[in-house]
């Protein structure tokens, strides 16, 4: 399906502002710590919010992982310098991912396909979507390409969000649900999201509780149905910037491919969730 390649290669483009090493440049703002920066540069776009607002927006990370950097992130920094090392740190490691010589005008022709649609979408209820789609559009095209691809994933991720919502699974059922689908452990997502194994489990029992999950962890042919319905559903909430893509679809696809392959196989972005190696 269309729809589902394009969010994977907009989502693994994006994903270089996880997992470059440039990243760690935020211990210039105080900020040395991994999760620390992570939740300073993530949340920067909506300004210096509460962290109830940051898990609520997050949706799927711990309370005491939040509190790993908001608010005290800010005590050392604000939002512009953050997120002006951000795109600083991950024009870097765009640049050293994908060669000496990337074929700017490919990559402007991409951007430029892609933005204009998701810049029309309508942001009620995405929350970091709406606060991305305010931040400047970068002129260096390949940052304009990110930039692109992280409204793309932020509108998407943000529906997701609803999606669970609406299938009343919090956010640490759907990491038990993912781990029931054979994607990552209890061990890897709860390092990596920072939930407990006692929270884990209480979410297991909850799960079990409504027929969803076996005691084994593996999926009922109810929590199956459960689960492709919110697959579904988020593919049904993100069909309108892809709508607005129209014919262009394929032409984005052709772009972005070789670009996506080409961070992975320089080891830039990992191809898969969970990564290989836990960022800590």
């Known amino acids: ?26 211990a210039d703002l105080g900020l040395p710590e991994y999760w620390r920066a992570y939740m300073a540069y993530r949340s920067a776009p909506m300004g210096i919010v509460p962290p109830s607002v940051v898990e609520a927006t997050f949706y799927n990370f711990s309370p005491s992982h939040v509190l790993a950097g908001i608010p005290s992130a800010w005590s050392t920094t604000n939002p512009a310098e953050v997120l002006a090392l951000r795109d600083r740190a991950i024009a870097a490691a765009l640049h050293r991912g994908l060669g000496d010589a ?133 593919d049904r909430l993100a069909g309108a910037p892809l709508a607005l893509l129209g014919d262009d679809t394929d032409r984005v696809l052709e772009l972005l491919e070789p670009l996506v392959g080409q961070l992975i196989g320089s080891g830039a972005v990992p191809g898969r969730w969970p990564p290989p190696k836990v960022p800590a």
Not at 1 to 26: C, D, Q, V, W
Not at 151 to 156: K, P, Q, V, Y
Request: aromatic share 8%.
């Open 1 to 26: 399906m269309s729809a589902r390649r394009l969010a994977k290669l907009f989502g693994t483009f994006h994903n270089i502002s996880y997992y470059a090493p440039e990243m760690k440049a935020f």
């Open 102 to 234: 990337p074929d700017v005008h490919q990559i402007a022709e991409a951007a430029d396909l892609a933005l204009p649609p998701i810049l029309a979408c309508e942001a009620g209820a995405r929350p970091l979507f709406a606060a991305h789609r305010e931040l400047a559009v970068p002129e260096d095209p390949i940052m304009r390409l990110w930039f692109a691809c992280t409204l793309w994933r932020e509108h998407r991720g943000d529906g997701h969000n609803i999606a669970l919502a609406a299938a009343e699974i919090d956010g640490i059922e759907c990491h038990v649900l993912l781990a029931a689908k054979g994607v990552g452990t209890k061990e890897i997502i709860g390092t990596i999201r920072g939930w407990s194994s006692t929270a884990w489990d209480q979410a297991e029992q909850r799960l079990i509780a409504r027929g969803l999950v076996t005691a084994t962890g593996t999926f009922t042919d109810a929590g199956e149905a459960v689960r492709s319905e919110i697959e579904a559903h988020t």
